[in-house]
């Protein structure tokens, strides 16, 4: 496995992150897996989000606890371990 996916020791706490969801660029009904483009206040270009939820529209707001990554093929990412959809305000 890449050492860039694996969560982070406990000397690096995981995140939190907030945001409204703009674009659902990948989602598998069968197992949840999910690749997001989300708009999270004090960062100027859209956050890749990649994580697992049932179900997930443009509009939502999402809460996720994770870590960074650097994907070779992707670029940064947001790897959330906890993935939770809230309500659309």
């Known amino acids: 496995m890449d ?8 000397t690096h706490p995981t995140e939190h992150l907030t945001g409204a969801v703009e674009r659902v660029t990948f989602h598998s009904e ?13 960062h100027r ?3 890749t989000v990649v994580g697992t939820a049932a179900t ?19 670029g940064l990412q947001f790897k959330t371990h906890a ?7």
Do not use: A
Not at 30 to 42: A, D, H, P, Y
Not at 83 to 89: G, M, Q
């Open 56 to 74: 997930i529209t443009p509009g939502e707001y999402v809460e996720g606890e994770g870590w960074w990554i650097t994907d070779r093929t992707h």
């Open 45 to 47: 270009d859209l956050v």
């Open 83 to 89: 993935l939770l959809n809230l309500l659309r305000i």
């Open 30 to 42: 069968e197992t949840g897996f999910c690749v997001l483009r989300v708009k999270v206040r004090g």
């Open 3 to 10: 050492p860039g996916t694996q969560p982070p020791s406990n």
